[in-house]
């Protein structure tokens, strides 16, 4: 009778030790964004002058709320910074995460 109690509490251990790391797999793979829609859409309409002053082939702005970020669309040239340093300059101004994508052309809107 020992060792079958024995067993048990043995096994009540394992069961509860797999429950942790399931539930600790789960919890570290589904972390929320830190900033929401509302606050990217905020840090974008506050610094938008100034977004545009420093780069001036900004194609566009936008929210990505699931990555809980602003990303930049900017036409690269020669001569303006590397997409690193954008990266860094934004997130300076706007205090929220930016992703920068770099086009070779200008967008164009068709009528």
């Known amino acids: 009778m ?9 096994g009540a251990v394992i069961a509860t030790v ?3 790391i399931a539930v ?7 972390i929320a964004p830190v900033h929401d829609a509302v606050e990217l859409r905020k840090a974008i309409d506050l610094h938008k002058a100034a977004l545009l ?16 970020g602003v990303v930049l669309t900017v036409r690269s ?4 910074m ?3 340093a ?12 930016v ?7 200008e967008l164009r809107r068709k009528p």
């Not at 020992?2 to 043995?10: A, D, R, V």
């Open 18 to 20: 797999g429950i942790l």
């Open 82 to 84: 590397n997409e690193a």
């Open 24 to 30: 600790g797999r789960t919890m570290s793979n589904e």
């Open 53 to 68: 002053e420093l780069f001036p082939t900004l194609q566009g702005m936008a929210t990505d709320a699931e990555q809980g």
């Open 86 to 97: 954008m990266k860094e300059e934004a997130e300076a101004l706007l205090g929220v995460p």
């Open 2 to 10: 020992k060792t079958s109690s024995s067993l048990l509490k043995i």
């Open 99 to 105: 992703k920068v994508r770099l086009l070779p052309v």
């Open 77 to 80: 040239e020669s001569g303006i």
